[in-house]
Nanobody, 124 residues
Framework: QVRLVESGGGSVQAGGSLRLSCEAS?????????LGWFRQAPGKERLEVAS???????HYTDSAKGRFTISQDNAKNTVYLQMNSLKPEDTAMYFC?????????????????WGQGTQVTVSS
């Protein structure tokens, strides 16, 4: 059973930075091969931001390219999302999730486990 715990959210001004952490206990032993970060703004659908496979390949969506960086620390079972140059439109609940399929053109898919989320609020 994979347990996902997000942290690192908070309130920042536009232009600021945050680093989100997703502690994913047991994810590499669960059959999952990748982990993704998603965000969901109030009243909107949950959308992927970036994902990373256990082997290292990374996929970014257009919303993340140039400002966000996903990375992993296998020793700590933790995946990070470094977010720079934050904008008010980045305000959302951010979730991490494990998946069982990773491709270069689509990133992580077939998600099978979700964390509870961490709130990010960016003020102008």
């Amino acid at each position: 059973q994979v347990r996902l715990v997000e942290s690192g959210g908070g309130s920042v001004q536009a232009g600021g930075s945050l680093r989100l952490s997703c502690e994913a206990s047991g994810w590499m032993d669960s059959g999952s091969v990748c982990l993704g970060w998603f965000r969901q703004a109030p009243g909107k659908e949950r959308l992927e931001v970036a994902s990373i496979s256990t082997g290292g390949p990374i996929h970014y969506t257009d919303s993340a390219k140039g400002r966000f960086t996903i990375s992993q620390d296998n020793a700590k079972n933790t995946v990070y999302l470094q977010m720079n140059s934050l904008k008010p439109e980045d305000t959302a609940m951010y979730f991490c999730a494990t998946g069982t399929i990773f491709t270069i053109w689509r990133g992580c898919t077939n998600y099978n486990g979700w964390g509870q989320g961490t709130q990010v609020t960016v003020s102008s």
